[in-house]
C-alpha cells in the first residue's frame, strides 16, 4: 500500500505531462471526427489549433463539478480523508486532534460543515435560477 501511495505522484504528473503535450500538439486533431488538414500549411493554422485545444480544455476543467461522480467525490472526501488520517496517524491521535479543533471553534454544539459553490449554467433554469431539481447544490 505504501509503495503505492508514494508511486502516485510521479503517475500522475506523468498523466499531467501527456495532457499538455497532447493539447500543444497542433499535429492531432481535437476531435476525431472533424477533419482537419494534412499539414499546417500556415504558422497562424498551428497557433491557433493551440489556442483552441487550450481554451477547450480550460472550459472542461472550469466545468469540473458538473462532471459525473463529482457529487459522490464532494461528500465522501472528508469520511474517507478521516480514515485515512486514523490509518496514518493512529486512531488516539487522532481523536485528541479532532477534539482540539472542535473546542477551538467553540465545542460540538457549533460544529458545522460549510461548502461554496457556484451555480453553473448547468444547475440552473432557462431564468438563470437554481433549479429546484438540482439538489446535490444544497
Known amino acids: 500500500m505504501s509503495e503505492f501511495i508514494q508511486q502516485l505522484p ?3 504528473s506523468a498523466i499531467g ?12 486533431p481535437l476531435l476525431a471526427f472533424i477533419p482537419k488538414p494534412s499539414m499546417c ?4 493554422q498551428c497557433i491557433t489549433d493551440v489556442i483552441v485545444k487550450i481554451i477547450l480544455f480550460l472550459l472542461f476543467l472550469i466545468n469540473s463539478s458538473s462532471w459525473p461522480f463529482m457529487w ?13 488520517d486514523v490509518y496514518t496517524k493512529g486512531q488516539k491521535k487522532y481523536l485528541l486532534d479532532w ?8 465545542g460540538i454544539r457549533h460544529l458545522t460543515v460549510k461548502t461554496k459553490r457556484i451555480a453553473s449554467v448547468d444547475d440552473c433554469d432557462y431564468n438563470m435560477h ?7 447544490l444544497s
Open 10 to 12: 510521479t503517475a500522475i
Open 17 to 28: 505531462r501527456n495532457i499538455i503535450k497532447s493539447l500543444t500538439d497542433s499535429s492531432t
Open 41 to 44: 500549411s500556415q504558422h497562424f
Open 72 to 84: 459522490h467525490i464532494r461528500v465522501w472526501y472528508y469520511p474517507l480523508k478521516a480514515y485515512y
Open 99 to 106: 477534539k482540539k479543533k472542535v473546542d477551538v471553534a467553540g
Open 130 to 136: 437554481l433549479s429546484n431539481s438540482y439538489v446535490p
